[in-house]
């Protein structure tokens, strides 16, 4: 399955949501992210925390979510507040919406030992949602049902 995840920059939160559903989905689903406004690069917080957790970073680039032309997504999760009130593109395939908001690590100001900490919180909480995901029976559930586990998904912050 194809899944998308969206977030207005496209430099953090999607980039890590896109390499943790391409690594933990081992073959079942395939990471995409894109942005409504990407910045044009890629936050190295987000590449540092891939890293720390030896997740491949090369490929990884900030951009547009009219990129993608006629891929088709069988799920699309928003990540920021901002990007899941835009109206997205509309993409072949099932793209059944979901959104997961999480604060942006981008935002965190203090040393570096409080910044790499704010990173490490978005892997954290998207890798235990994707888990989540993960454990459900996706590929059979209708199309309600997973806009309904994708919204309790999202609502979860342990």
Known sequence: MNVLILCTGNSCRSIIGEALITHLGQ??????SAGSQPTGQVNPGAIAVLQKH??????FSSKTWDSFGEQA????ITVCD????EACPLYPG???KGHWGLPDPAHVSG????????FEQTYQQLSRRIEQLLALPIETLDDASLR???ARIGATTA
């Open 27 to 32: 073959g079942r689903l395939q990471g995409f």
């Open 54 to 59: 030896g997740l491949d970073t090369a490929g």
């Open 73 to 76: 997504f069988d799920l699309v």
């Open 82 to 85: 901002n990007a899941a009130g």
């Open 94 to 96: 099932r793209a059944v």
């Open 111 to 118: 040393d570096a030992a409080t910044v790499a900490a704010a």
């Open 148 to 150: 309904e586990k994708l």
